[in-house]
């Protein structure tokens, strides 16, 4: 069993930067892939960015490519999500989660954190 704990959310204004960071405790971290997910009021929750276990591979939706970031430490257990360039868009409740296996299937992902609230906003 995994715990993922999700912070460095907040309120920021359009145009101005976020990293969320994800610690993971209670399963071997770098076995693993990993993802962030977030899901705004009244929308379904969506995937945003996944990596692979040792780094190399990383997937981002649309949406956010070129302003968003994952990375991830295998060293310090943890996940990151660097956000650039935040719309108000990006307005959602952003979750960790870690996949079943080395990959980032959005289909493979199984252990969730409690989710961090970024507001973009003038």
């Known amino acids: 069993q995994v715990q993922l704990v999700e912070s460095g959310g907040g309120v920021v204004q359009p145009g101005d930067s976020l990293r969320l960071a994800c610690a993971a405790s209670?399963?071997?971290?770098?076995?693993?892939?990993m993802g962030w997910f977030r899901q705004a009021p009244g929308k379904d929750r969506e995937f945003v960015a996944g990596?692979?276990?040792?780094?190399?591979?990383?997937y981002y939706r649309h949406s956010v490519e070129g302003r968003f970031t994952i990375s991830r430490d295998n060293a310090k257990n943890t996940l990151y999500l660097q956000m650039n360039s935040l719309k108000s868009e990006d307005t959602a409740v952003y979750y960790c989660?870690?996949?079943?296996?080395?990959?980032?299937?959005?289909?493979?992902?199984?252990?969730w954190g409690q989710g961090i609230q970024v507001i973009v906003s003038s």
């Open positions: 989660a870690q996949s079943k296996n080395e990959w980032y299937a959005r289909s493979d992902f199984g252990s």
């Open positions: 209670g399963r071997s971290f770098s076995d693993y892939g």
């Open positions: 990596i692979n276990s040792n780094g190399i591979f990383t």
